[in-house]
């Protein structure tokens, strides 16, 4: 990749410089006390950007790291678990829970569709034994670009004791979460997508519930074990040593994150992307996956007529443009491709994007089989 492409994958997203700068800090003693203040930093500042008075433990790994851990924590092999699912990741968090043991009930919605609460809150009252352990959510799903509203949840949830972990994995940092609000017992993020630095440490939030389920979770674990992760960190250090160029920049981050002014104004432009994006899309054969109640603002899934093949579209940006989007998922993965708004994303790199796109359909008249070879011809004359 050049200097010069523009990054709106959904997954990596791009560095700000100022972060970027903050990383080539220089290398300290990682069991000292320079990284013991500063790993209890940014456990502090991602309690609240998070929303919630729970301990933040973190692991060098990515995402899919951090849903192991939220599992292996808090539950032991046969434990039933409510699994809300209406896309590829949040049915790869139920994967996850069925291969460490669970044993999965998934609750499944149409892809695009937001989570009905009133079906969530039947299951939970048809569960009079109580044996439902956890309820596993996905806050924003990627493969869909739809937005899970957790406004509904306690109230479909109601006394029922299971606890709710909730996959917030590419929401942080492109929205404000309410963890404690929404009565979320477990969440989880990562360095990377919203929070603008590259892929690498995974974040673990629980409250004082999911602490009573830790004790006696009978999973084995060992390097996602909190508890002994709990142990090292009341000495002052980390059972590992800490990824300190990472944490170097998350700590620049979250000093943005924790400014509600500079938080807010983060979240605006996210969502101002998202929305110029999505209203320049007129005339263009393309349908937006996610329904419009539940639209995200990190990201837009473009379903492509059937006469278009997505990933020659996606090489043909990359080589044309310079500008890197990402493929369709699961069911999804033939039809769609993926384009991120959070981050370090500006307006600017929308109409770029937009007017690739605009240059693209030109020569893929609606209902034609097209030629690549034709088509990236033509691309490079629209884009140089």
């Not at 990383?23 to 919630?52: F, I, S, Y």
Request: glycine share 10%.
């Amino acid at each position: 990749m050049t200097g010069r492409d523009c990054l709106l994958t959904t997954g990596i997203t791009p560095v700000p410089d100022w972060v970027a700068r903050e990383m080539q800090r220089p290398m300290v003693d990682g069991h000292g006390l320079e990284a013991a203040a500063l790993v209890a930093n940014v456990r502090k500042g991602m309690a609240a950007v998070m929303g919630t008075a729970g301990e933040v433990f973190l692991f060098p790994g990515t995402g899919t790291g951090g849903l192991e851990a939220s599992i292996v924590n808090h539950l032991s092999p046969g434990d039933r678990v409510l699994a809300c699912t209406n896309g590829f990741f949040s049915e790869l968090y139920a994967d996850i829970a069925e291969k460490l043991g669970a044993d999965v009930q998934k609750l499944a919605f149409e892809w695009g569709k937001c989570i009905d609460w009133s079906r969530v809150a039947d299951v939970l009252r048809q569960d009079r034994s109580q044996n439902i352990k956890a309820i596993l959510l996905t806050h924003h799903e990627t493969s869909t670009g739809v937005l899970t509203q957790l406004d509904g949840l306690r109230e479909a949830k109601g006394s029922h004791p299971a606890l709710v972990m909730l996959n917030a994995l590419s929401s942080a940092g492109g929205t404000e979460l309410q963890t404690d609000f929404w009565g979320v017992d477990v969440i989880v993020t990562c360095s990377h997508k919203g929070l603008m630095c590259p892929p690498g440490i995974t974040f673990v939030s629980a409250n004082e519930r999911a602490k009573e389920r830790q004790a006696c979770a009978k999973m084995p674990k060992a390097y996602w074990d909190i508890g002994n992760q709990r142990h090292w960190l009341s000495r002052g250090v980390t059972p590992f040593d800490p990824p300190l160029s990472l944490l170097y920049g998350i700590d620049k981050v979250l000093e943005c994150l924790q400014n509600r002014t500079e938080a807010q104004e983060i979240y605006r432009r996210v969502a101002s992307n998202a929305t110029l994006f999505r209203d320049c899309l007129d005339e263009m054969p393309v349908e937006i996956v996610a329904d419009v109640h539940c639209r995200a603002p990190h990201c837009t899934v473009l379903r492509f007529p059937e006469y278009i093949v997505p990933v020659e579209v996606k090489g043909l940006l990359k080589s044309g443009f310079g500008i890197l989007v990402s493929s369709g998922m699961g069911r999804l993965s033939s039809a769609t491709l993926r384009v991120n708004h959070q981050g370090w994303v500006f307006p600017r790199d929308m109409f770029a994007l937009l007017f690739a796109l605009r240059a693209f359909f030109e020569v893929a008249p609606a209902g034609s089989a097209c030629d690549g070879a034709e088509i990236a011809s033509s691309s490079k004359a629209f884009g140089g």
